[in-house]
């Protein structure tokens, strides 16, 4: 490894101990991909995961997520026995806890999880050994959650006895593994030792930059990056908001401003979905609520954007007397399995609870293979991964721009009878916002 102020570039395995045994808890979206990953760069790997189910299918060679290129990983790692899956959580030399953070009903993190992962990891750690989260927490969590259950739990210190780091994950799905590789990566450690230690470790594989800087810092990025692409969203929401006021294609202005050098506004879209970019700002904002009104504002108006999309499909449905609606795409993103915090959820949610109960709601997600809880009470909504007659519905909805949804063509319906809010047919975009300027 060669260190240029706080830039590692990337060497072979050779320069780390590839013989260091490596556990991976939690076998999610981050965890199974920085576990093959690994395995690639020639470790040998453990994942641990407490869904009993998830264990036995990717050690049966099945996977449980979908994402490209990890099919192919799984089968080459399990061939060679670089990877296996457990239930329980065995001894290792490098911990790597890749577990949710989700946000509670207050909008603050909630560390369960990560608490959960870090009293998994005290029952095995030894002295000389390395621990790093990589799951987005609150400035101070690295330390303040997981070094103190492992000192509690074992008389341990981070400072002394063994090395504790954060390396935030920062993929998107439909690309995890190439950005896995592909991206830069920061690692903050709680000592100078930890730090380089995880450089050396991730530079492996890393095929970006790897910069270090002490664990805050890197926790601290890693929000900001969400925050601000949160926040750049809500201002695009927003230049659409005014666009309609005065009858202008937002996106064709969008499309001309960013024609300057130093201006990259983001598209409009039917609201902010996925396990980070509406959840992150939150951990900012819970932790200096007096400081982040601008983040605070921002989130608001984002989450009130699929409310404002469900009132517009009301009106349609309402002004045409729709007795039946087809809603295209459930995923928070196109071409991804991942309903997380999906705005195209919560207007559907919202359009069936406002409808009479005997209006036929029909959700087509390619990507899925059934209705999400938040949809399944509505004895109405009922669940197509593929698509229906279209002559069977009044009204077709275009939530997620799928390209398997795209390639299709839009319905041969009415234009008054189809509202296409992200483009997936490639039709004029409805007017989202209603009200006084």
Known sequence: MTTRGSVT????????????????????????????????????????????????????????????????????ALEKSSFRATGVPEPADVFIVAVPTPC???FRADLSYVRAAAESVA????????????????PGTTESIVGEVIRQKTGLSHEDDYDLVHC?????????????????RVIGGTTVRATERAAELYSSFVEGKVLTTDARTAEMAKLMENAFRDVNIALANE?????????????????????????????PGIGVGGHCIPVDPWFLISSAPGRSKLLRTARELNASIPLQVSSCVLDRAYSTGAKSLAFYGLAFKPNVDDLRESPAIEVVKHVAS??????????????????????????????????????????????????????????????????????????PRPVVTAGPA
């Open 9 to 76: 570039t990337r060497h072979a395995v050779a320069n780390v101990e590839a013989a260091e045994r490596i556990l991976v808890v939690g076998l999610g979206y981050i965890g199974l991909p920085t576990s093959l990953a690994f395995t690639e760069a020639g470790f040998e790997v453990v994942g641990f995961d407490v869904n009993a189910e998830t264990v036995r299918m990717l050690n049966s060679g099945e996977l449980h997520i979908h994402e490209a290129g990890l099919q192919e990983r799984l089968d080459s």
């Open 104 to 106: 509670s009903d207050a």
């Open 123 to 138: 029952q095995q750690i030894q002295p000389g050994n390395m621990v790093v989260l990589e799951s987005t927490v609150p």
């Open 168 to 184: 935030p994950e920062r993929v998107i799905p439909g690309r995890i593994f190439e950005e896995i590789v592909g991206n830069s």
């Open 239 to 267: 230049f659409r908001s005014i666009a309609e006021l005065h009858g202008i294609d937002v996106l064709r202005a969008i499309e001309l401003a960013n024609h300057h050098p130093r201006v990259h506004v983001h598209q």
């Open 354 to 427: 406002h409808l009479d109960p005997n209006v036929r709601i029909a959700v087509i997600e390619p990507f899925a293979e059934s209705l999400p809880e938040d949809l399944s009470e509505f004895s109405n909504v009922e669940f197509s991964g593929a698509r229906p007659p279209e002559a069977e519905f009044d009204l077709h909805v275009g939530l997620v721009a799928h390209d398997q949804l795209r390639r299709q063509g839009p319905p041969t319906a009415e234009l008054e009878r189809i509202l296409d809010f992200v483009g997936v047919w490639g039709l």
